[in-house]
């Protein structure tokens, strides 16, 4: 079954620990993504990938990390550095750049 | 740049009332616009694009470049409309799609 899927669905972060969240497609597409949906404020872009090894920073990026070293994963770090961590992370990808994106259930994250 | 405004972060109205969700863009080229919908529970989900020209689930949406707007509309809302949606614009190759805040539907009994 194609699709997205991140893991886990729930995570819990200890003040000043780096965690990472786990992004993995099967469809074969080029594009990847990182939202954060925090409620009122819709989805924030953290990074993006067009294409394996390459990135970019999107809206929110301080305090966050991000690698593409294979096309079908592109994980999350979430960093000490990121001062409100608490929220719900959500991975896109898509064929390319600005086609339409398909969704993965996401992954909240709270701070203990 | 591209902006997407969706100008109501909460719409509430009775079943079988008509509805209308609103986005404007800001995009001085030619933009592809999208509506996606994240009912509760579930992953945020493509509803429709506007250069398919479709209806899916009864929601239409019509590109109006004069008005920059792609506003999401059912004739008769039912109460399993309730989500939260969010419009998209997507502009010319190699640019990323920008989403709207979102708004948030509420069709009550």
């Known amino acids: 079954d194609g699709g997205i899927t991140q893991s886990p669905k729930y995570l819990f972060r200890k003040e000043g620990q780096n965690v990472t969240l786990s992004c993995e497609q099967n469809l074969n597409h080029d594009a990847m993504y990182w939202y954060r949906q925090d409620p009122g404020q819709g989805l924030r872009l953290i990074y993006y990938s067009q294409i394996v090894n390459d990135f970019q920073k999107g809206d929110i990026a301080e305090g966050y990390s991000v690698s593409r070293e294979k096309k079908e994963s592109f994980p999350l770090t979430v960093t000490s550095a990121q001062k409100n961590p608490t929220a719900f992370y959500l991975c896109?990808?898509?064929?390319?750049?600005?086609?339409?994106?398909?969704f993965g259930d996401g992954t909240r994250l709270s701070i203990l | 740049a591209q902006r997407v405004t969706q100008p109501e972060k909460l719409l509430s109205v009775f079943k079988g009332a008509p509805v209308e969700l609103k986005c404007n863009y800001s995009y001085s080229g030619s933009p592809e616009l999208f509506w996606y919908v994240q009912y509760s529970r579930q992953r945020l989900q493509l509803l429709l694009r506007?250069?398919s020209r479709e209806s899916i689930k009864g929601f239409t949406a019509d590109l109006n470049k004069g008005e920059t707007s792609f506003h999401l509309k059912k004739p008769f809302a039912q109460e399993e409309d309730s989500a939260m949606y969010y419009c998209?614009?997507?502009?010319?190759?190699?640019?990323?799609?920008?989403f709207g805040e979102g708004t948030q539907l509420t069709v009550n009994p």
């Open positions: 506007h250069i």
């Open positions: 998209a614009l997507g502009g010319a190759s190699g640019s990323r799609l920008t």
């Open positions: 896109a990808s898509s064929i390319s750049i600005n086609q339409p994106q398909h």
